[in-house]
């Protein structure tokens, strides 16, 4: 038995942190890491940390794709990536000691339906009876809960 996780919109994020964040001042950066990420990306990280057997698939953009297959390799997460046009979504996290985490989010990834139609055949295909699918994250633009239903 094993889980099938389908992410949709996978991310990367970067941690930035600084010993004091102060608005409309120049702040300094202490230290920085960018990690792969998205709902689905993270459920596998857990499932590897528990060693549960698992096949993660997900979906990125183009344009800065290869950052986001790297962070993933860095980690030791096996996927099997579906890019499409565009770019991946990029969030930035703010870490100080004089505050809480500050996240700046970007929203501009748009999924094509082809690329999706391709996921979910690869990733139902390698399911078998007993596994369990997770669908993870939020869906991005360009698909929808009806898409979703009719793919599946």
Do not use: W
Not at 83 to 99: A, F, L, P, V
């Amino acid at each position: 038995m094993k889980t099938i996780v389908i992410s949709l919109n996978g991310v990367i994020d970067t941690h930035l942190y600084t010993n004091n964040f102060i608005l409309n001042e120049e702040n300094f950066i202490t230290d920085k890491y960018s990690v792969a990420a998205g709902k689905g990306t993270n459920v596998a990280r857990f499932l590897r940390l528990l060693s549960v057997p698992f096949e993660l698939f997900v979906l990125i953009g183009e344009e800065n794709g290869e950052k986001y297959i790297e962070l993933l390799k860095k980690d030791n997460i096996d996927a099997t990536i579906f890019q499409c046009h565009g770019k991946t979504r990029e969030n930035i996290s703010i870490h100080s000691s004089s505050t809480i985490e500050t996240r700046l989010c970007e929203d501009s990834f748009v999924a094509e339906k082809d690329s999706c139609e391709k996921l979910f055949n690869k990733a139902l295909n390698k399911a078998s009876s007993g596994d369990i699918v997770v669908f993870c994250g939020r869906f991005p633009k360009g698909i929808d809960s009806d898409f979703i239903t009719a793919s599946l």
